[in-house]
């Protein structure tokens, strides 16, 4: 399986971006997806999670309010929207699988980069 993310690009700070997570190859059916990102010098961080059975969603606190993540359909599985968008958001964005048995995120895709200009 390889999940694929898109969608980025350079926003001005107020704008909007979408961001998908395709699957590339195979079939994936997770336990949970999620969305992290990692800024230059800085160490990734859990942006968004939604736990596949129960699509029970969790946001880091930085972007409650803002960032939507939801169930897919299709090769989409997990698209995010962002909205008012702030130059500390400029991130590459990595969208993650949690594959039933595992407690960890194990299958990762190529990220997007997002770069919000002030």
């Known amino acids: 399986v390889q999940l694929q993310a898109s969608g980025g690009g350079l926003v001005q700070a107020g704008g909007s971006l979408r961001l998908s997570c395709t699957v590339s190859?195979?079939?994936?059916?997770?336990?949970?997806m999620g969305w992290f990102r990692q800024a230059p010098g800085k160490e990734r961080e859990l942006v968004a999670t939604?736990?596949?059975?129960?699509?029970?969603?969790t946001y880091a606190d930085s972007v409650k309010g803002r960032f939507t993540v939801s169930r897919g359909s299709g090769v989409n599985m997990v698209p995010l929207q962002m909205k008012s968008l702030k130059p500390e958001d400029t991130a590459v964005y990595y969208c993650?699988?949690?594959?039933?048995?595992?407690?960890?995120?194990?299958?990762w895709g190529q990220g997007t980069q997002v770069t919000v200009s002030s």
């Open positions: 993650a699988g949690r594959s039933f048995g595992h407690t960890t995120y194990n299958v």
């Open positions: 190859t195979g079939d994936f059916s997770p336990a949970g």
């Open positions: 939604i736990h596949w059975t129960t699509s029970t969603i």
